[in-house]
């Protein structure tokens, strides 16, 4: 009498399972969209905009300029107009100019696309906000916003997605990192 055999043997049975993980690790994070992976790449190139702003801020420190009350000015702007966030250094000699109009982004600032649904602000408070950073790197206050849009003393900034919200803390003495 001849025995007929069912089933799976368990080398089969793991070979499967192994086969499935994989498979999930790779193809079920593109369901998600691309959203937390646009909050992540927002959130590397802002730190390393901040960071950018911040060696700027340490390395011009031209004494007749400061003593003549023009320096120069070292500070991130966060904005959201017509749904569009952005963050950027409008101007350079200016820390009163607070606007966009007419500023183009450069290695210090990015305009999102509309698509992605990503914004920024500072320790929750409503847009214009700025980083503005002093001579030894630390953030500072700008004179040209309240107090609650500035990043005195240290902050968190949060990079909001539809799928996510991320965190960049500036500590009070100018260290920045993802949290």
């Not at 602000?121 to 107090?147: C, E, H, Q, W």
């Amino acid at each position: 009498m001849k025995k007929s055999q069912h089933g799976f043997t368990l080398v089969e049975l793991v070979t499967i399972i192994i086969l499935i993980g994989i498979l999930a690790v790779n193809v079920l994070p593109t369901f998600d969209g691309s959203a937390s992976y646009e909050a992540h790449s927002h959130r590397a190139q802002l730190i390393s905009a901040l960071r950018l702003t911040q060696q700027r801020a340490m390395q011009q420190t031209d004494p007749d300029a400061v003593a003549a009350d023009q320096p120069y000015c070292h500070q991130v702007i966060f904005d959201k107009a017509l749904n569009v966030a952005r963050y950027g250094v409008p101007n350079r000699l200016d820390c009163s100019v607070i606007s966009f109009a007419g500023w183009q982004p450069d290695a210090t600032g990015f305009e999102v696309d509309k698509k992605y649904q990503v914004s920024f602000d500072i320790d929750g408070k409503a847009n214009p906000s700025a980083v503005t950073f002093d001579s030894m790197g630390r953030p500072i206050a700008n004179a040209s916003l309240s107090l609650a849009n500035n990043c005195l003393g240290g902050c968190t900034i949060n990079v909001h997605s539809s799928v996510e919200t991320l965190k960049i803390r500036i500590e009070s003495e100018g260290y920045i990192h993802a949290i």
